[in-house]
């Protein structure tokens, strides 16, 4: 009795670190993490900027850029701000995290995000292939090619199979893929993004690739440089079509667990993509912190890697966080202090499936301004908010992607049932979404 005493004295006397938190960026992935971060027992105050009108329930909006890094200074000092986690690429590639090392003031505050030599696997698609080229981690075949050498991208399609994947090599908001499915079409549209800048500087270079047949999905690893631990595995679902047809988004909805995505297939991606990746990183002097997200592409069961980003995905950020049931900032805390292996980490086995609801138009022209209704008479059903803001007391849509609706359930069945009655429930002008999110893995449950 005595000892069992003296071990509850003791556990109650260890020191937990509560800290004050600023996320930066204003979508659905965001307010997930503040959904997140704010069950944490170690969370004192939660900061978003500048955040929307759902982030604004679990923290303190601040109406300050994500790239504004002047701005971020002044008030990560001033607010005695203890961790900065970073959730869109620009501020990561734009060199956020280099900013506060180099400055004597904020050198001590943790970023939860790599430094601009990491942000590169995301930044530019041409240094990631070399990346995976120079350790040996599977992708496609691929050339790159600048307006000066357009000829030879022409004739380099000419070698290949159609479809033809083609990426802008710099930032393009997601959309700077396409995938014509002719020789004809592939051309015009390589001379369009060269000559014509068509993603303007992002597709300065483009990548073109050959094409993988085979499903997607996409893993994602948390590392503090050394250790990592592989999150929930998601799919999501890129075109704006019923079907997987018409132009690519940001992102119209995610599935996690992936059904064909076994232990088998994630232990292949462990020991040929996350490893070389991690020990690649580590051996180019990359001192990487934060996550990595790995877009695969499975090829009859062989995983070959898409893309890097250098962040969580949107929107499979909203069916993977509801599937760690770890306190995400003791994780976080774990890649700041490089001790990430220490930490308890552990999964909720229930689908959790999220279906978003966009502005009329998306992913071209769209209205900004319209009221919102319903968010209240939702149901069993988890509401992101991303492209939403305030006008007085009414929720207004503000983007482009304006709200994602995550369920769990037993089945993917029964959690997509619960997001798409949530997706009738909410209300606005225009909106839209797609009613066959997870239609195509319906198969695997047979």
């Not at 923290?59 to 970073?86: H, P, Q, R, W």
């Amino acid at each position: 009795m005595f000892l069992a005493d003296t071990q509850s004295f003791s556990f109650l006397c260890k020191k937990i670190t509560i800290m004050n938190i600023l996320i930066l960026g204003s979508g659905g992935r965001e307010h997930a993490y503040a959904w997140k971060l704010a069950q944490s027992k170690k969370l004192k105050k939660l900061y978003i900027a500048p955040g929307n009108a759902g982030t604004s329930k679990l923290g303190e909006n601040v109406s300050i850029a994500a790239t504004d890094f002047d701005a971020i200074k002044k008030f990560v000092l001033n607010n005695d701000v203890n961790m900065v986690v970073v959730g869109p690429e620009d501020p990561l590639v734009k060199g956020i995290h280099d900013y506060f090392l180099a400055d004597s003031q904020l050198k001590a505050i943790p970023v939860i995000g790599p430094q601009k030599d990491g942000a590169q696997l995301e930044g530019s698609k041409d240094f990631s292939k070399q990346f995976m080229f120079r350790h040996a981690i599977p992708t496609a075949r691929y050339e790159t090619f600048t307006k000066e050498t357009l000829e030879q991208g022409l004739k380099f399609l000419e070698t290949l199979e159609p479809p033809y994947v083609l990426k802008a090599d710099g930032l393009a908001a997601g959309k700077g893929v396409v995938i014509p499915t002719t020789l004809e079409e592939a051309k015009v549209e390589l001379s369009e993004m060269l000559a014509n800048a068509k993603f303007g500087s992002a597709s300065a270079k483009v990548v073109i690739e050959e094409f993988l047949k085979g499903i997607e999905l996409s893993v994602f690893v948390l590392t503090d440089g050394n250790s990592y631990k592989i999150l929930p595995a998601a799919k999501d679902y890129k075109r704006i079509g019923v079907g997987d047809t018409g132009l690519n988004t940001g992102g119209m909805g995610a599935i996690s667990p992936v059904p064909f995505a076994n232990e088998e297939f994630i232990k292949k991606v462990e020991a040929r993509v996350v490893i070389p990746t991690i020990n690649g990183l580590k051996k180019e002097g990359i001192n990487y912190k934060g996550f990595i997200f790995i877009g695969l592409m499975n090829c009859g069961g062989e995983p070959y890697v898409i893309e890097y980003n250098v962040r969580m995905g949107d929107p499979e950020t909203e069916v993977v966080l509801p599937r760690i049931k770890s306190d995400l900032l003791d994780l976080f805390e774990g890649v700041a202090n490089n001790n990430l292996h220490e930490k308890s980490f552990e999964l909720d086995s229930r689908f959790a499936t999220t279906v978003m609801l966009v502005a009329g138009g998306y992913p071209e022209e769209y209205k900004k301004g319209d009221v919102i209704t319903g968010i209240n008479e939702v149901k069993e059903t988890m509401v992101f908010q991303a492209g939403t803001t305030f006008n007085g007391n009414e929720i207004v849509t503000n983007g482009g992607r304006v709200i994602a609706l995550t369920s769990y359930g037993d089945t993917m069945q029964e959690a997509l049932k619960k997001s798409f009655v949530a997706a009738e429930t909410v209300k606005y002008q225009g909106k839209y979404y797609r009613n066959d999110i997870g239609k195509d893995l319906e198969s695997y449950f047979n």
